[in-house]
């Protein structure tokens, strides 16, 4: 069936009757028209109905014409009930005007205006037949991807089949009827269907559309609270000396947090408890995020577990290994990435883990996956069995509500309080500034730093596109020889190895790159990042490439460098990345600006995690938190939709 749905498929949709989980951004009302004008210049359209007298035809040289091919603008004579005259004007696409005659009725959605003291109606919406006399709801598609026709096609299409929908709804919900009659007041859930896409009246789809969002928010504590209600499974629990983990703590190097020593606490209760753990480890850039989990997991390894730990990608693999073998010397470790196989102890490794696991019938008992995002679904689960402990990190700091939305109300460890002093300095440059920009990175070189610059395509195509790595790596190489690194992820294991093995020893002072450096490699010199066409970056792709800067603590320099106007909303999401240098507060905040909306999943293979229940509501951070509140309190119901 999702066959035939083709890109709608983005949109999370896995059958006809599914599309219609989807609400209106808006309703056109073509009820009752009016047949007489109104008064001119209220700033308001009005659905009008005249009667058709005359026209005429010019080309765009403003010659008379009597071809409509030719024709660009077409001015017609109408009159209204009482005989009252007006020129309406059309300008460009005119063919869905040509088959009017004299005496014809004019369904138009216009505004009507005065010029020269003369009413007159500019660039009139022409209303097609099977719109007039109805409430008509306009849908919203996903941009560059699905057209908003294709969704009122789709809806069209799905109406025979609402009780189907109506079913597919209360799953979504994980609701049963009687909860949802209690809730809201409607008899049958298609009847909320036939109120958002048949609407007989304006009143009924705005509460309709009201009622929608509610569920959207009901639908998310619902499924938190069902990840939240687990069960006992035998072989879960894995019996961690407390004092173990004390003398592991004592053994790193450096005193933790207070927010580090809660984080391990959380997780060693889970992994001691009977239930399997199921649990977010989210830490702002520069917390310790790893050191959080490298210690349960020889806690756990310790007391006989089988574990593994999942990077993000092969470059992560040696840097966490590494920094095990550094702070617990004891604890065998074993590298896996393709190509390898599975040795002795914990494993550590890329997604090749997968088929060595398979291969040799491994079931590990804690699984630990760093930057979650860059695995699918089924990648996850391929890792899981019933009674495995599961732990996802990730150096995206994710406040509360936005983990209830994104991960279903999956327990939270939260990491902000920085191990190291640093001061990070965030400025966005413009062209105009582009000669001091690079001034002051021959300074932070000359000084004995090191600065990473970051462009957002990777290859040069050969079509004098200048944002690409190879095309900005000759270009300065060309001014600061041998001095000078390349990196992006069409390279070769071995090459990317290598670039990150000579900025670690200081053989090198640019690094050009692309956002494969994003997620947690430590470069202990760099002092300085300049990201190019930054409005092409996500603010949490930002954030974590200034996470690279100071490391060790101290001053670091972060730019976003814009070689051309960017658009209003980018120049707020980068105003933003100047004033925040909180993870959370900063992920808070882009939330506020972009809204949760119809939340994009972490995999392109993950159907149906493109909405929030119903496609094209808009939910923001606060309408999902006052919800919360509201549903703990058991709210009243909404408004009836009784006609």
């Known amino acids: 069936m999702s066959d035939s749905l083709g890109r709608l498929t983005r949109l999370g949709f896995t059958s006809v009757p599914e599309c219609l989980l989807c609400a209106p951004k808006e309703y056109r009302d073509f009820l009752d028209p009016l047949y007489i004008l109104p008064i001119p210049d209220q700033q308001q359209k009005h659905y009008l109905v005249l009667t058709f007298t005359e026209q005429e035809m010019f080309d765009k040289n403003g010659q008379g014409t009597s071809d409509w091919d030719q024709t660009h603008r077409l001015n017609m004579r109408a009159v209204d009930g009482r005989g009252e005259g007006i020129t309406i004007t059309v300008f460009g696409t005119v063919k869905d005007w040509r088959n009017l005659m004299p005496g014809d009725s004019l369904h138009i959605d216009a505004e009507v205006v005065t010029w020269k003291g003369r009413r007159q109606i500019n660039s009139p919406e022409l209303i097609p037949g099977d719109q007039q006399g109805r409430i008509c709801p306009v849908y919203v598609g996903k941009p560059g991807q699905v057209k908003a026709s294709s969704v009122s096609d789709a809806v069209a299409r799905a109406l025979p089949q609402m009780d189907m929908a109506a079913c597919l709804l209360l799953e979504q919900l994980g609701m049963r009827e009687s909860d ?3 809730f809201t007041g409607l008899s049958d859930p298609v009847d909320l269907l036939r109120h958002l896409h048949q609407p007989t009246s304006l009143v009924l789809a705005e509460r309709a559309l009201v009622l929608a969002k509610r569920l959207s928010i009901k639908a998310i504590l619902n499924r938190a609270e069902r990840n939240q209600a687990r069960f006992p499974v035998s072989g879960s629990l894995i019996p961690i000396n407390r004092q173990a983990v004390t003398d592991l703590i004592g053994r790193v190097p450096f005193p933790l947090t207070s927010d580090q020593h809660t984080a391990i606490g959380e997780i060693i209760s889970d992994l001691r408890s009977p239930f399997p753990m199921c649990r977010l480890l989210s830490g702002d850039v ?18 006989g577990a089988k574990v593994a730990i999942i990077a993000p990608n092969q470059l992560l693999v040696p840097q966490i290994a590494n920094e095990m073998r550094g702070f617990f010397p004891d604890v065998p470790v074993s590298e896996v990435v393709s190509g390898s196989k599975i040795g002795e102890g914990i494993i550590v490794g890329t997604t090749a883990v997968l088929a060595q696991a398979a291969k040799h019938g491994l079931v590990f008992d804690l699984v ?23 732990l996802e990190a990730t150096a995206t700091a994710i406040p509360r509500t936005i983990a209830l939305v994104q991960f279903g109300g999956m327990a939270l460890s939260v990491l902000r309080e920085c191990p190291v002093k640093k001061d990070i300095v965030s400025r966005v440059v413009h062209e105009a500034d582009r000669a001091r920009l690079f001034e002051f990175v021959n300074t932070v070189v000359s000084k004995g730093g090191q600065v990473a610059v970051v462009y957002p395509l990777a290859e040069d195509k050969g079509d004098g596109a200048r944002a690409s790595v190879e095309a ?20 070769s294991s071995d090459e990317k190895t290598a670039v990150i093995e000579q900025m670690k020893a200081g053989s090198l002072d640019v690094l050009i790159s692309s956002t494969v450096i994003e997620v947690g490699i430590t470069l202990p010199s760099l002092r300085a990042v300049v990201v190019v066409h930054p409005e092409r970056f996500g603010t949490s792709q930002m954030h974590q490439l200034r996470g690279r800067l100071a490391r060790k603590g101290g001053k670091g320099y972060f730019f976003m460098y814009t070689p051309e106007d960017v658009e209003e909303t980018a120049q707020e999401r980068l105003q933003l990345m100047v004033e925040c240098q909180d993870g959370f507060t900063l992920a808070e905040r882009d939330a506020d600006l972009r809204g949760f909306g119809n939340v994009d999943g972490d995999s392109g293979e993950q159907t149906g995690s493109t909405r929030i229940l119903f496609w094209g509501i808009e939910l923001s951070r606060h309408d999902i938190e006052a919800g919360n509140k509201a549903l703990i309190k058991e709210a009243q119901p909404a408004p009836a939709l009784a006609a």
């Open 180 to 182: 949802f009659r209690a």
């Open 286 to 303: 520069g917390t310790g995020k790893s050191m959080m989990f490298m210690i349960p997991a020889v806690a756990a390894f310790s007391a």
């Open 368 to 390: 630990i996956i760093d930057e979650q995002q860059k695995m699918s679904v089924g990648q996850k689960q391929a890792l899981l069995s019933d009674h495995t402990n599961f």
């Open 472 to 491: 900005a790596f000759d270009r300065f190489r060309a001014k600061m020889t041998g001095r000078v690194g390349m990196l992006h992820g069409k390279l």
